[in-house]
């Protein structure tokens, strides 16, 4: 088995603490509500939404894939730190056995956020992620972050 490790960083407007709390503790309810064409439901399978639970995302109608589960492995709402692992769908495939993802908010000097992310893809036997595979993924991911900042610059009583 391999590792592949994938990081990036990117910025938002909003606050680390409003954005953790649209993009991370409430995404189950808003992300469906903006953007069904993505995401359908989110609903959890297992647990009482802390470390440990595993959550069932099913995608929208324009999706590649049906649905995936996710097992949260941290959640630090005082420090904005939330990291996660896809266990089980159809995004995962013979050649990748688990995608763990680690999702860092600091607040910006400019009064906003930086996200600092690290994705980690656990392949089977002696099997390569390409990058570019990686940032296709990351683009659609990069989309519904924006719609997300979007919603949030456009309701400003939203989740605080």
């Known amino acids: 088995?391999?590792?592949?490790?994938?990081?990036?960083?990117?910025?938002?407007?909003i606050l680390p603490p409003r954005l953790f709390k649209a993009l991370v503790?409430?995404?189950d309810t808003l992300i469906p509500k903006i953007?069904?064409?993505?995401?359908k439901s989110a609903e959890i399978v297992e647990g009482d939404g802390g470390v440990g639970?595993?959550?069932?995302?099913?995608?929208?109608?324009?999706s590649h894939y049906s649905y995936v589960k996710h097992r949260i492995d941290g959640?630090?709402?005082?420090?904005?730190?939330?990291?996660y692992t896809l266990v089980e769908g159809d995004a995962l495939?013979?050649?990748?056995?688990k995608i763990s993802y680690e999702i860092k908010l600091v607040a910006s000097a400019d009064?906003?956020?930086i996200i600092k992310s690290t994705s980690n893809y656990h392949t089977t036997g002696d099997v390569e992620i390409?990058?570019?595979d990686v940032k296709a993924g990351k683009e659609k991911a990069t989309g519904l972050f924006k719609l997300i900042e979007n919603y949030l610059v456009a309701n400003p009583d939203a989740y605080n």
Do not use: C, H, R, W
């Open 75 to 83: 959640l630090d709402k005082d420090n904005f730190v939330y990291s």
């Open 111 to 113: 009064g906003g956020s």
């Open 93 to 97: 495939s013979d050649k990748v056995e």
């Open 35 to 39: 953007a069904p064409q993505s995401v």
């Open 53 to 62: 639970t595993i959550k069932k995302i099913s995608f929208g109608e324009g």
């Open 130 to 132: 390409k990058e570019e």
């Open 25 to 27: 503790l409430e995404a």
């Open 1 to 13: 088995m391999g590792v592949f490790t994938y990081t990036d960083e990117s910025t938002s407007v």
